[in-house]
């Protein structure tokens, strides 16, 4: 076979991404620019990005119509009025999105808040386990794997994107 037929024969075949001389791009999961794991870092974006949006629509529906959450006093340990609610999810909602499209784009500061408002809410999934077990048990295995995935990946995405 001549040095012309290996180079035909090369380009056509697909090579498998560890293989010396690959030409898998960088960047993709696989390639030396990005691990698998990565892709965990990017749901947590995601995972930010959808939150967030839910959090401002339940903001701006409370601001909006203090009877669409009846908040009692009755039981609970604080008591708040819709207002305080609907402020309160806008401002998380906001920051939430500003995180999720920090993480995606690899800085550092959104993967910081990103794991630190995971955390609540794991937290918080935690002290509702037994309202509804199944659900939260769920809920806290979604949020771990979010804070695995920024912790152990989130850097990949900051090294992508100087690439």
Do not use: K
Request: hydrophobic content about 50%; aromatic content about 8%.
């Amino acid at each position: 076979m001549t040095r012309t037929d290996r180079r035909r024969r090369t380009s056509m075949t697909i090579d498998h991404p560890a293989a010396p001389g690959s030409r898998t791009p960088p960047g993709t999961p696989g390639s030396a620019g990005m691990s698998g794991g990565a892709g965990l870092a990017v749901f947590g974006g995601i995972m930010l990005l959808c939150l967030g949006t839910a959090q401002l629509v339940e903001g701006i529906t409370a601001l909006a119509r203090d009877q669409a959450y009846m908040v009692t006093g009755d039981g609970m340990l604080f008591e708040l009025d819709a207002t305080a609610w609907g402020w309160g999810h806008l401002i998380c909602g906001l920051i939430s999105i500003a995180a999720g499209v920090g993480v995606l784009r690899g800085l550092i500061w959104a993967r910081i808040i990103a794991v630190l408002f995971t955390a609540a809410a794991a937290l918080v999934s935690f002290l509702l386990l037994a309202n509804s077990p199944f659900w939260f048990s769920i809920m806290i295995c979604g949020q771990l794997l979010v804070i695995y995935g920024l912790c152990a990946h989130g850097g990949e995405l900051r090294r992508h994107r100087h690439a």
